[in-house]
């Protein structure tokens, strides 16, 4: 079934049309019909599932019926990261371009005051971070009491950065008759009950098994010596012919020492973690989306719900330290159907971690060791490990056929 039958706005239509979706993803076919009669929804989809155009087609369509008041904005969204508060914008404008509508972004790190001209104005949808919408409203520069959309998007990913009690003070502010959405990947306890507070008897679609990677991704575990960590990620890197590789660490003084000596090695390398300015921050992540650096250094900040499109491999230099982190950040490979690779990096005593991801996921991940490369003994092998990483071990990106020795390096 086409987006054609949903009900939407013919503007919309004609925004979808012109992104190039033709079918709706399965949270977009269950979301659409229940927004636009007015109910409220939870919906809970692995990453990269289409939640944004869920919720936001059916918004717009509704918003495009009416018009706001200046300094009255009509449909507000929270998101936990100022990258993914404008990437939702970024897709607002994409699917209302042919709407008449004004999208607002507004988090912290930028100038105050033009936010808060922008707020007084005529605005149709606010997207926004927790904590700067905050100091808005204690400006006064926003009132939400004429409010008919609430949007509470990546609640998983808010409630790990400890913003549930922001949202909560927000979602105070807003009119009770308002609409409410909860979009997550996971839906835990405090989730639930964070949602029967702020949700008046909604529809709630859970799709897919939540807890698993997608089956697009090719995933194994990559046991090491940790004094060889380095030296592995560099063999893997060179041995694998891939479009772009995010590289996940644990903390953010990690994250620029391995991005430092990966450029020592003639690698390309953004890098996004929270100390970071905004500045940067935006440079790092559209220079790694446009393909200026063909590898990306992360802390978790970037392992959920970013898009970025085309990632066509993600290393775990460190292992995530909660199981959710593993199937958010190989989420970001293997989106919108196309196929991805993951490589998760142990050392002896992270075994325990494997085995917990290994219980999240509810299936064992295959052990692996790279051909060729001159390992020292680490306690890991003594579990069994397959040794598989032969002529096309290394599979899974979109354009790859096995892998090759130095196309990468020629191509720079
Ligand atoms: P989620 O919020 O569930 O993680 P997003 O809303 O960020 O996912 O969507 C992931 C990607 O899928 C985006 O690049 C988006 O443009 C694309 N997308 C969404 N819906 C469709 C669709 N119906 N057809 C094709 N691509 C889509
Ligand atoms: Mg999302």
Same mark, same amino acid.
């Given at each position: 079934?086409?987006?054609?039958?949903?009900?939407?706005?013919?503007?919309?239509?004609?925004?979808?049309?012109?992104?190039?979706?033709?079918?709706?993803?399965?949270?977009?076919? #269950?979301?659409?019909?229940?927004?636009?009669?007015?109910?409220?929804?939870?919906?809970?989809?692995?990453?990269?599932?289409?939640?944004?155009?869920?919720?936001?087609?059916?918004?717009?369509?509704?918003?495009?019926?009416?018009?706001?008041?200046?300094?009255?904005?009509?449909?507000?969204?929270?998101?936990?990261?100022?990258?993914?508060?404008? @990437?939702?914008?970024?897709? %607002?404008?994409?699917?209302?371009?042919?709407?008449?509508?004004?999208?607002?972004?507004?988090?912290?790190?930028?100038?105050?005051?033009?936010?808060?001209?922008?707020?007084?104005?005529?605005?149709?949808?606010?997207?926004?971070?927790?904590?700067?919408?905050?100091?808005?409203? @204690?400006?006064?520069?926003?009132?939400?009491?004429?409010?008919?959309?609430?949007?509470?998007?990546?609640?998983? #990913?808010?409630?790990?950065?400890?913003?549930?009690?922001?949202?909560?003070?927000?979602?105070?502010?807003?009119?009770?008759?308002?609409?409410?959405?909860?979009?997550?990947?996971?839906?835990?306890?405090?989730?639930?009950?964070?949602?029967?507070?702020?949700?008046?008897?909604?529809?709630?679609?859970?799709?897919?098994?939540? #807890?698993?990677?997608?089956?697009?991704?090719?995933?194994?575990?990559?046991?090491?010596?940790?004094?060889?960590?380095?030296?592995?990620?560099?063999?893997?890197?060179?041995?694998?012919?891939?479009?772009?590789?995010?590289?996940?660490?644990?903390?953010?003084?990690?994250?620029?020492?391995?991005?430092?000596?990966?450029?020592?090695?003639?690698?390309?390398?953004?890098?996004?973690?929270?100390?970071?300015?905004?500045?940067?921050?935006?440079?790092?992540?559209?220079?790694?989306?446009?393909?200026?650096?063909?590898?990306?250094?992360?802390?978790?900040?970037?392992?959920?719900?970013?898009?970025?499109?085309?990632?066509?491999?993600?290393?775990?230099?460190?292992?995530?330290?909660?199981?959710?982190?593993?199937?958010?950040?190989?989420?970001?490979?293997?989106?919108?159907?196309?196929?991805?690779?993951?490589?998760?990096?142990?050392?002896?005593?992270?075994?325990?971690?494997?085995?917990?991801?290994?219980?999240?996921?509810?299936?064992?991940?295959?052990?692996?060791?790279?051909?060729?490369?001159?390992? %020292?003994?680490?306690?890991?092998?003594?579990?069994?490990?397959?040794?598989?990483?032969?002529?096309?071990?290394? #599979?899974?990106?979109?354009?790859?056929?096995?892998?090759? %020795?130095?196309?990468?390096?020629?191509?720079?």
């Amino acid at each position: 079934m086409g987006f054609k039958a949903l009900g939407l706005h013919p503007a919309v239509l004609k925004g979808v049309e012109a992104m190039g979706f033709t079918d709706p993803s399965p949270i977009q076919l #269950r979301a659409i019909p229940e927004v636009l009669a007015g109910k409220d929804f939870i919906g809970s989809a692995q990453t990269g599932t289409g939640k944004t155009a869920a919720f936001g087609l059916p918004i717009l369509s509704k918003l495009e019926e009416g018009k706001s008041q200046p300094g009255q904005p009509r449909c507000l969204v929270l998101e936990p990261t100022r990258e993914l508060a404008a @990437q939702v914008e970024t897709a %607002f404008r994409d699917y209302g371009r042919f709407c008449n509508l004004k999208t607002l972004v507004i988090y912290g790190g930028v100038g105050f005051d033009k936010q808060k001209r922008g707020l007084k104005g005529v605005t149709d949808t606010v997207i926004a971070t927790p904590g700067r919408l905050l100091d808005h409203l @204690q400006d006064g520069a926003v009132d939400f009491s004429g409010l008919e959309f609430l949007v509470l998007d990546e609640v998983d #990913r808010m409630l790990d950065m400890g913003f549930l009690p922001d949202v909560r003070r927000i979602v105070e502010k807003t009119r009770k008759e308002r609409q409410t959405l909860l979009l997550t990947a996971t839906l835990p306890p405090e989730i639930e009950r964070l949602a029967s507070w702020v949700l008046h008897n909604p529809v709630i679609v859970e799709i897919g098994a939540r #807890r698993c990677p997608a089956d697009s991704v090719d995933h194994a575990f990559y046991p090491v010596a940790a004094d060889q960590k380095f030296d592995l990620l560099l063999a893997l890197l060179d041995r694998t012919n891939y479009d772009s590789v995010l590289i996940f660490v644990r903390t953010k003084e990690s994250a620029d020492r391995i991005a430092s000596r990966l450029r020592h090695a003639n690698h390309s390398v953004a890098v996004l973690h929270s100390n970071r300015t905004q500045r940067e921050r935006e440079e790092a992540l559209n220079g790694f989306k446009s393909g200026r650096y063909e590898v990306m250094v992360a802390t978790d900040i970037a392992s959920r719900g970013l898009d970025i499109s085309g990632v066509s491999h993600v290393i775990n230099f460190d292992i995530p330290q909660h199981p959710e982190d593993y199937v958010h950040r190989i989420g970001r490979t293997g989106r919108a159907s196309a196929t991805g690779t993951a490589f998760t990096l142990v050392v002896a005593e992270e075994a325990g971690n494997m085995q917990a991801i290994e219980r999240f996921i509810g299936r064992s991940i295959e052990r692996k060791k790279l051909d060729g490369f001159n390992y %020292f003994y680490t306690a890991l092998f003594d579990e069994h490990t397959t040794k598989a990483l032969g002529g096309g071990g290394v #599979r899974g990106g979109r354009h790859m056929s096995g892998y090759s %020795f130095g196309t990468r390096r020629n191509r720079r």
